[in-house]
């Protein structure tokens, strides 16, 4: 049995702003939630008050996070229905020991795992062979993978197409801002935004971004041995229940060429 307490008058407001943020009318917003116009607008006024079902069928709707579901349900009256387990918890260890295992099977290829603010919490070799010649004060633990891409004393000199790289990573931060109005993905961006354009950087294309299979992007980066050619995807966890494995995402770099893959296969 659940029990509920009063709800905050800030219920009605939060739900309006995440209507709003996905750009849906009430109208919209009823007929995919299968509930009435009106009740709806009761709900979102105060003079109504939600059930617990009704504040997650709504929040499922609208694709709000589960962090940001927790807290429509606290406003609403009701206990939080998602869990955020400790680093020790067994599940929570069991969870990272299997993105572990995907980021060392990924090897020799770079693959990383970041979580929502894009702090690296797990790299396998592919990632740290990469990594030459950084600040060292940028590897300091916590280690933002952004900041160590676009940060003039990171990776951004050797990017070879960093103008198009930087349009892709602020394209999604300002895509997840949208979805989510997290504070810290603001504040990442407009540090990242500070950061100067490195000297002699190839003017951007806005068509070199369209890979033709349309599903990854180009990731190019000067080493001593040529050019390294890759393609960047991202793979999430859409059907976690627990908070931080769904705010978990492993960032994978294919190679684009025979040549990157030759380089990076021992033995190639």
Known sequence: MTTATTP???????????RNRRSLSQLA?????????????????GRSRPSRDMVLRLAETLSIPLRDRNALLVAAGFAPAYRERPADDPESAAAQRAVQLILKHHEPFPALAIDRHWTMLHANAGITALLDGIDPALLEPPVNALRLTLHPSGLAPR???????RTHIFHRLNGLIDQTAD????????????????????????????HPA?????????TE???????STTTVFGTALDIALSELAIETFLPADDRTAALLIPGG
């Open 8 to 18: 905050s008058p800030d219920f009605g407001p939060m739900l309006r702003l995440w």
């Open 29 to 45: 917003l009823s007929a995919d939630s299968e509930i009435s116009q009106r009740h709806l607008s009761f709900i979102e006024s």
């Open 159 to 165: 990017i070879d197409n960093f103008r198009e790289w």
């Open 183 to 210: 504070p810290g993905l603001v504040t990442l961006l407009e540090e990242l935004k500070s950061y100067p354009v490195p000297p002699g950087a190839a003017p951007y294309r806005p068509g070199d971004m369209v």
């Open 214 to 222: 349309g599903i990854a992007i180009p990731f190019r980066l000067r």
């Open 225 to 231: 041995h040529g050019v390294l050619s890759f393609l």
